[in-house]
């Protein structure tokens, strides 16, 4: 059975950077073709993709966060990590990890609150 387990802080300072991360079980990370993601929503907007990185440790980043954005994965963990720097309060959000691409997945986490405090 594959689970996804977001975990990280629920509150941010302002300009701070913000560390995610997802703990994948039942599947490996580096399973052939395997894509994971990281999407947000924010209150009243739509889901935003936020990165992928791949089976072979390629990244794919949203091109209006690519100079804040970066994931790593961790093998030995099974883990993959979003970094989001210079955070703002329009960074507020429910942040999700996927096993998919852009806002498609098969698996979700149960996502986890976000805020950005000033």
């Known amino acids: 059975q594959v689970q996804l387990q977001e975990s990280g802080p629920g509150l941010v300072k302002l300009s701070q950077t913000l560390s995610l991360t997802c703990t994948v079980t039942g599947v490996s990370i580096t399973d052939l073709n395997a894509y994971w993601s990281w999407i947000r929503q924010s209150p009243g907007k739509e889901m935003e993709w936020m990165g992928t990185i791949n089976y072979r440790n390629s990244t794919y980043i949203n091109p209006p966060l690519k100079s804040r954005t970066a994931i790593y994965r961790d093998t030995s963990k099974n883990t993959f990590t979003l970094h989001l720097s210079s955070v703002t309060p329009e960074d507020t959000a429910t942040y999700y990890c996927?096993?998919?691409?852009?806002?498609?997945?098969?698996?979700r986490g149960q996502g986890t609150r976000v805020t950005v405090s000033s």
């Open positions: 996927t096993r998919g691409r852009g806002t498609s997945y098969d698996y």
